[in-house]
């Protein structure tokens, strides 16, 4: 999961930079494919920056709490230690949500007519 998650990341960057490229800003068609591919990857990309953010946390009050440290300041770290191990697991589901396939269709129009007494 980590593997694909960095690659969408690497894509999502490479398309930032293109938007800016003049030569492909001058092709409106190119341009908004790739604006619609790089609007498609922002909630993932912005989800797993925030998943790794929370990792480097957790390694780092795992680091300060191998340290000796007073009391107070322990339990403080073990609180937080609870607190981003419910948050990573929470965005680890919300990253295997944004990462099935979506449906082909879901960009399309549709007229729903509902009659009242029919």
């Known amino acids: 999961m980590k593997e694909k998650l960095q690659a ?3 894509r999502y960057d490479e ?3 293109m938007l800016s490229d003049p030569d492909i800003i001058s092709d409106q068609s190119r341009f908004q494919r790739y604006a619609k591919e ?3 990857l922002e909630d993932v990309v912005l989800l797993f920056r925030e998943y790794k ?3 480097q946390e957790l390694q ?3 680091e ?3 340290e000796k440290q007073e009391a107070d300041f322990k339990q403080m770290l073990q609180d937080e230690l609870k607190e981003l191990g419910s948050k990573k697991e929470a965005l680890e589901g919300e990253l295997q949500y944004l990462l099935l396939p ?3 269709n879901d960009d399309k129009n549709v007229i729903v007519e ?3 007494g029919t």
Request: net charge negative; aromatic share 0%.
């Open 114 to 116: 509902i009659r009242g």
């Open 15 to 17: 398309l930032t930079g």
């Open 8 to 10: 969408m990341e690497e």
């Open 53 to 55: 953010q929370v990792l």
């Open 38 to 40: 790089h609007a498609d």
């Open 60 to 62: 780092d009050s795992q």
């Open 102 to 104: 979506k449906d082909p």
């Open 64 to 66: 300060m709490l191998g």
